[in-house]
Every structure is written in structure tokens, then in C-alpha cells.
């Protein structure tokens, strides 16, 4: 079994190492939930300081021009969308997922008219499935499908079906797709794919454009580091934009929304996905954490986190745990999830001792691995907590067993 020295001399030889100081996280804590909640880069507090204190407490009103409020959706869009793979004008931050994702399916249905299916996954991040749900009935006699798991695809794509809708990585278990292969499964039965991509931005390099998709929705306070409820992003491909329209038409996707006409008339391009006001202070945190991505490459924050979980998976392989998210590096995100029927206090018994997973029913608990600021020897250390979690038994004491209201 590989050592913790082992473990030292890989971090050593981490070129994401220097990485780790850019981001404020307690002494003492191995944080494995940046899935979830990522962690704090060092510069953002300093960065929404100057957005309340100059642009917003001295320059006031000015600064939407001054400052470049105005443009702000469409430049940090600008800024995401190298990291997953879309051209330029084809990605914009706003809103939530949640919101995106009803603009760009809704949108997806005004494209595929006389189709009126919506596929997703019965397993998916619920907020999607209600999404779905939400915009097929203000379309008379559209429905929402959910499969009982991607792989039943082939068998539910017919002429009815307008669009798919899939997360890229399962938010349980961790299962990466292929997003080139379903997309064109998808697109070749007249259909349009969305893909959710909360679980890969940030985790991975994400091909949106070479795969073909037609649209993506995905959050920035998860492997962004953007902040608890920081702006979400949506991509629309560019061939869809002249005709792609979405109902929330609200001034900020008008052509000229200063010069207040009272019927809606889309600008062009991607901005016609906005609605409103942009939240300045989120996106100034998430313009403090970009500004650390951009230095990150991609493609060695993807080569860490195989090796990361990797070895988290031969670590925790003989414990008293199931080993729920695919060995396949092709199938896998940046999260492992192991199941145990008392997976709750067991991952509250390790709260306790320092290391941060989190827990989704019934029966996962999660661990998310972060390359740009998680140690080897961290994730050895945290695989000897849970050893020593599960063969103590501490986990069977009743105040773990207290469940808040997030888990
Ligand atoms: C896959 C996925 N989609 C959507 C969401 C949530 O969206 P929102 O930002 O609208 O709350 C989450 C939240 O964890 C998620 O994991």
C-alpha cells in the first residue's frame, strides 16, 4: 500500500502545487467538498472590497459605464468559456442554473416545434427534472420524459423528442459521459442537447464546441470558486443564435434597452439570453477566481485529479465501503463517491475530525477532489479518517446522527 512518504514526494513534484496559496482555507481542514462549495481564493475579498468601496460606495451610478458594469455578463462569459470549450459570444454569466436552464429549454422548444418530448434523466440533479417539468406545461401537450438512466437513451429517442437534457457528471455518484457520442446520438434523431455541465466546469477540460452541442447551463460556486450562490453560466452554440429566442425577455437581452420601447426586440447574439441586471458583487468574486483559472492549465488540473482519486480509490478500497464511481478515467469526474447504509453520521463522525465530504441519500457520501488546492498527502490523511471512522465505530454516537438542513 502506497505510504504517506509516498504521497509527500508526489506533491513535491505537483505542478499545481504553488496553486494551494492562492486559496484561504482553515488550518487543520482536508476539504473535500469543492464540489459542492468551492473554497476561497485568497484575492476575492480584496476584489469585492473594491467593487462596495470604489465602484459602488464612491464612483456610484458612473460605474456602469465607467467601471464596464454593462458589459460585465458578456466579459466574464467570455472568460469561462475557453475553460469548456465555446467559441467567442457564445457563453454569458447570469441568473442561476436553475433560471438558465429554463431560458435555453424553453428556447429549445420554440427551435423543435411540433416535438413534444423532453428527455432527461430520472437520476439528475432534481432542480433540472423540475425545471423540465416547469417549461413543458406552458407548452400545450409537450411532456417531460425521464430515463432511468442515460445508458436507456437509444430507446426513447424518437421524432417526438425535441430535446435532451443530461448532466455531463452525475452529481452522485460521479460517472463522467460522453458528451461527443450522446450529442450525436441526440442531434442525429432531430433533437438538441443540453448539457448541464455544473460537475465538469472547472473539474475537467469540457469540448463543448468540438462535441457539437447545442446549448449548456452550469454554476461557478462549485470548481469555480465563485462564491456560495455566485452567478450560474449558459452557452448557446452560434449557429442557434439567430433564431434561438427565450421567454424571459426581459431590458437586459433588449437591442436598445436604453431607449425604453414598450415591445420586446431581441439584440443579437448571446445577450439575448439575459433578463436583467446582472449581480455585480457575485461577479466580482467570480472575477477574482477566474483570475486564478487563468493561469491554470486545464489539462494538468484533469492529469491531478485522476491521480487524486485514484489514489483515494486504492485507499479506501478495503474499508467497510462500496466503491460507487467508475475506475474508467473515461467515466470519471473529479469526485468519489462511496456508499455505506449509515453513510450520514459516518461522513458527520469525519466532519468532526477535520475532513469535509457530504452526504446525498441514501446512502452516498461524496468527496470531491480540487487539484488546484488538495495535496496528496491530504487525501492519504483523510483515507486514514475514514479508516478510522468506520473500524472505531464513532460514527454510532447519537449526535452524529442529527441531520441539519443541508446534508
Ligand atoms: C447538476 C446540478 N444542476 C443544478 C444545480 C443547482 O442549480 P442552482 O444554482 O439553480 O441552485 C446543482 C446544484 O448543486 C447541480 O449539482
Known amino acids: 500500500m502506497i505510504t504517506r512518504e509516498e504521497c509527500e514526494a508526489l506533491d513535491?513534484?505537483?505542478?499545481?502545487?504553488a496553486f494551494r496559496k492562492e486559496f484561504s482555507l482553515p488550518e487543520g481542514i482536508v476539504y473535500l467538498d469543492g464540489n459542492s462549495l468551492g473554497a476561497l481564493p485568497v484575492r476575492t475579498p480584496e476584489r469585492v472590497r473594491e467593487v462596495v468601496e470604489a465602484e459602488w460606495g464612491?464612483?456610484?451610478?458612473?460605474?456602469?459605464?465607467?467601471?464596464?458594469?454593462?458589459?460585465?455578463?458578456?466579459?466574464?462569459?467570455?472568460?469561462?468559456?475557453?475553460?469548456?470549450?465555446?467559441?467567442?459570444?457564445?457563453?454569458?454569466?447570469?441568473?442561476?442554473?436553475?433560471?438558465?436552464?429554463?431560458?435555453?429549454?424553453?428556447?429549445?422548444?420554440?427551435?423543435?416545434?411540433?416535438?413534444?418530448?423532453v428527455l432527461g434523466d430520472g437520476a439528475a440533479f432534481p432542480t433540472d427534472l423540475y425545471i423540465a417539468e416547469g417549461v413543458t406545461g406552458l407548452f400545450d401537450g409537450t411532456r417531460s420524459v425521464l430515463l432511468p438512466s442515460p445508458r436507456e437513451l437509444a430507446g426513447h429517442l424518437d421524432d417526438q423528442v425535441a430535446a435532451v437534457v443530461l448532466s455531463h457528471v452525475d452529481y452522485?455518484?460521479?460517472?463522467?459521459?460522453?458528451?461527443?457520442?450522446?450529442?450525436?446520438?441526440?442531434?442525429?434523431?432531430?433533437?438538441?442537447?443540453?448539457?448541464?455541465?455544473?460537475?465538469?466546469?472547472?473539474?475537467?477540460?469540457?469540448?463543448?464546441?468540438?462535441?457539437?452541442?447545442?446549448?449548456?447551463?452550469?454554476?461557478?460556486y462549485k470548481y469555480l470558486n465563485g462564491g456560495p450562490g455566485s452567478?450560474?453560466?449558459l452557452y448557446v452554440a452560434g449557429r442557434h443564435q439567430a433564431a434561438a429566442e427565450q421567454p424571459l425577455s426581459g431590458w437586459f437581452g433588449h437591442a436598445r434597452p436604453f431607449s425604453f420601447e414598450p415591445g420586446y426586440a431581441p439584440t443579437d447574439g448571446i445577450g439575448r439570453f439575459l433578463t436583467s441586471s446582472p449581480s455585480l458583487l457575485g461577479q466580482a468574486a467570480l472575477g477574482a477566481s477566474l483570475d486564478v483559472w487563468e493561469r491554470a492549465d486545464l489539462n494538468a488540473v484533469r492529469a491531478k485529479s485522476l491521480s487524486l482519486t485514484d489514489l483515494f480509490i486504492t485507499l479506501v478500497e478495503p474499508l467497510d465501503v462500496e466503491v460507487a464511481t467508475p475506475r474508467e478515467h473515461a467515466r470519471r469526474g473529479s469526485q468519489v463517491a462511496l456508499r455505506h447504509p449509515d453513510?450520514?453520521?459516518?461522513?458527520?463522525?469525519?466532519i468532526e475530525r477535520g475532513v469535509i465530504g457530504d452526504f446525498r441519500a441514501p446512502d452516498l457520501m461524496r468527496f470531491g477532489f480540487t487539484p488546484l488546492y488538495l495535496s496528496y498527502a491530504q487525501v492519504w490523511d483523510a483515507a486514514g479518517q475514514l479508516a478510522e471512522v468506520l473500524e472505531s465505530g464513532e460514527w454510532r454516537e447519537e449526535r452524529f446522527g442529527r441531520r441539519g438542513a443541508v446534508t
Open 58 to 117: 464612491r464612483e456610484l451610478i458612473r460605474s456602469w459605464n465607467d467601471a464596464g458594469w454593462f458589459e460585465q455578463p458578456y466579459r466574464l462569459g467570455g472568460r469561462i468559456a475557453p475553460m469548456i470549450g465555446a467559441g467567442d459570444g457564445e457563453v454569458v454569466v447570469c441568473d442561476t442554473t436553475s433560471v438558465n436552464l429554463f431560458k435555453v429549454l424553453a428556447a429549445a422548444l420554440r427551435l423543435r416545434p411540433g416535438r413534444r418530448t
Open 343 to 350: 453513510g450520514y453520521p459516518v461522513v458527520q463522525a469525519l
Open 231 to 233: 452567478p450560474a453560466f
Open 12 to 17: 513535491a513534484a505537483d505542478p499545481l502545487a
Open 172 to 220: 452522485r455518484t460521479g460517472e463522467l459521459l460522453d458528451m461527443a457520442a450522446i450529442t450525436a446520438q441526440v442531434q442525429a434523431a432531430g433533437a438538441l442537447m443540453i448539457w448541464d455541465v455544473c460537475h465538469s466546469a472547472g473539474a475537467l477540460p469540457v469540448e463543448l464546441g468540438s462535441c457539437g452541442a447545442d446549448f449548456a447551463v452550469g454554476c461557478t
